[in-house]
């Protein structure tokens, strides 16, 4: 199994930033890809940014210039760093990873339990 830890969620007033992490562990083998996303009350949940190992990031168009991915492979560690918070980003933010949980069989994906982000005056 796969476990994650997330933390950085809170309140925030607009124009503020957070830093959200999230750390995979358990049965790993090998991580392809990590990322977040994200899903307000009575909206679907939408990609905020993905990172894969050794590749380029990738952003949601709403998050673009300011939000920024970053990971740490020694640590299985994902970043999200959020710059100028609208209320519009309010939303609980899932991380989210690609993991080969061990040598034989192929990749699974697995999500995080959720972490909430409040951005308002």
């Known amino acids: 199994q796969v476990q994650f830890v997330e933390s950085g969620g809170d309140l925030v007033r607009p124009g503020g930033s957070l830093r959200l992490s999230c750390a995979a562990s358990g049965s790993i083998f090998s991580i392809y890809a990590m990322g977040w996303y994200r899903q307000a009350p009575g909206k679907q949940r939408e990609l905020v940014a993905t990172?894969?190992?050794?590749?380029?990031?990738n952003y949601g168009d709403s998050v673009k210039g300011r939000f920024t991915i970053s990971r740490d492979n020694a640590k299985n560690t994902v970043y999200l760093q959020m710059n100028n918070l609208k209320p519009e980003d309010t939303a609980v933010y899932y991380c989210?990873?690609?993991?080969?949980?061990?040598?034989?069989?192929?990749?699974?994906?697995?999500w995080g339990q959720g972490t909430q982000v409040t951005v308002s005056s």
């Open positions: 990172i894969a190992d050794g590749g380029s990031p």
């Open positions: 989210n990873a690609l993991i080969k949980p061990s040598r034989s069989g192929g990749p699974n994906y697995y």
